[in-house]
């Protein structure tokens, strides 16, 4: 199976743990896609979705299935969302689409998140994929400086902006070792909108594509 095809497995393997008579919170990108797909079969079932992403809203509206402003909901049980990285503990990096402001804010009113990745984005440390920031485009140079001090290397994305209207700074050769005191950290820079490490709002459960199936990985 290739790496789409692995996607597509978890994407639809998803569509079970989607509590009936619900909201579902929904992530981006192309695992989240399938997703998206697959939750069009079981749409009467469901009271609609959040989006986290312009992408995601418009794809949910595609299949017919109902977008609710996000500040009318008050909670939801799941969110299904992919990863760039994920370890052993549940703790992810996100952001290679950038979308991680809106992924970590449709997070937040979850209870659960599930992930779903293909094996390749399991990892035993954090970092190889280079780490998304979100910034106000003012701070960028700060905020690289600052990351220079941890032994990153930051550079803008070039010709990106996210849906919030804001650059993201890329971060290579950081080696992630304790995710939940890194996100602190940077949460407190000056103009850092969002980080893309997800340790306060980690993973629950992984569902991993690999050649001999799904795997749910339980945190
Ligand atoms: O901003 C994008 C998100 O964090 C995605 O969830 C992440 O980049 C994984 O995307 P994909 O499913 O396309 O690998």
Redesign the pocket.
């Known amino acids: 199976m290739n790496q789409d095809q692995l ?1 597509a497995l978890v994407g639809q393997a998803a569509v079970q743990h989607v509590v009936p008579g619900s909201v579902v919170g929904v ?6 896609n399938h997703f998206i797909d697959a939750l069009a079969a079981i749409k009467d079932r469901i009271a609609g979705a959040v989006s986290s ?1 312009e992408r995601s809203t418009e794809r949910l509206k595609a299949h017919g299935i109902p977008v609710l402003d996000t500040s009318t909901v008050q909670g939801i049980p799941v969110y299904v ?4 990285e994920i370890d052993h503990q549940g703790f992810m990096i ?7 402001t809106r ?1 970590k804010i449709v997070a937040d009113l979850a209870e659960r998140f599930i992930c ?2 293909d094996e390749s ?1 399991l990892v035993d440390v954090l970092g190889n994929f280079p780490l ?1 920031v979100e910034v106000i485009g003012m701070a960028a140079a700060q905020v690289a400086r600052r990351f220079k001090a941890l032994g990153g290397e930051a550079s803008i994305r070039p010709g990106v902006l996210t849906d919030n209207g804001n650059p993201i700074l890329d971060v290579r050769g950081l080696r992630i070792t304790d995710p939940l005191a890194m996100e602190t950290e940077v949460n407190q820079w000056p103009g850092v909108v969002t980080v ?1 490490i997800f340790a306060r709002h980690k993973a629950q459960v992984c569902l991993l594509g690999t050649a001999e199936g799904v795997k749910t990985l339980s945190f």
């Open positions: 996607k992530g981006t990108g192309s695992t989240v992403s969302d992919g990863a760039d996100k952001g290679g689409g950038a979308a991680l992924e779903i990745a984005k998304p893309g």
